[in-house]
């Protein structure tokens, strides 16, 4: 699969191709936006789920738009295609989503009033998940081995860039702009908490009738069950700690000592379990 670099970060280049980086410095961004921001393999589309299911129950329900996918901004702006056309026309609210690192965001979204929701998950499972993810995508190359791919990871020598950079440059913003911060580990241990919590941010409140709906919908197995074919590499395990399957004792302990280089005193911290 070819990729490149820009500024450091390394893009898929059919995926993303270079000119979409250049097209999103003047994506214009709505007040209403709802912008989801992830990581790669942190539960971006469980996230996406759980936002369409909310806003159906608020009675918005624009399948062509909202879809079943989230709607990547540095993906989908190809060639100004239908796809792009499509996000510029839709109705308000938006829900947008993302993978890139902050300094690669449209110019216009820190500075309005929409809505920013990131997601974070566990380095170590988040590696896990890639990994095994790269093996499903006939177009990737495969990593080698997990021993290879773990170092890779490890090392920041990732698609959509180093797992730490892309959480600590989101995490700065936490005290500045309209952002609501969730983890993956949360979501998975109470999902009702999580599901009010975007509700509240997002100003759609919900009865707890309705809350349950949405639960009931965006649990792994629910999502497991309704996902079509071409999905179900999004739906691998769903869990927490897979991570233990994987490591070995050395790879734990150089993963935990990262943890500590780069989160120490930042006050930002995953459950590993
Ligand atoms: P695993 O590979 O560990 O199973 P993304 O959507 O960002 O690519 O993330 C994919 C990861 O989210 C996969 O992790 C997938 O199983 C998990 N996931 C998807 N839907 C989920 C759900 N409803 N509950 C828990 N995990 C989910």
Known sequence: MPTYKERGVMFP?????RSNLELLKTFDIRDDDIMLITYPKTGSWWLHQVVK???AQQGVQDEKYLGDFPNFIEMTLRDKGPVAEMIKTAPSPRVLATHLPV????????????KIVVLMRNPKDT???????WQKIPDVKTPESWESFAEQFLAGDCLWGPFYDHALGYWKLKDKHNILFLKYEDMKKDLPAEVKKLCSFLE???SDEKVQTVVGATQF????KTVGEKRQMFTRKGVIGDWKNNFSDDQSRAYDEQYRERLSNTGLEF???
Request: aromatic letters at 10%.
């Open 103 to 114: 300094e690669f965001l449209p110019p216009g979204l820190l500075g309005s009033k929409a």
């Open 13 to 17: 280049s059919d995926v993303v191709p």
């Open 204 to 206: 759609k409140p919900l």
């Open 221 to 224: 197995d629910s999502m497991k």
């Open 127 to 133: 590696a896990v998940s890639t990994f095994h993810f």
């Open 53 to 55: 299911q909310i806003m």
């Open 271 to 273: 459950q590993f379990e």
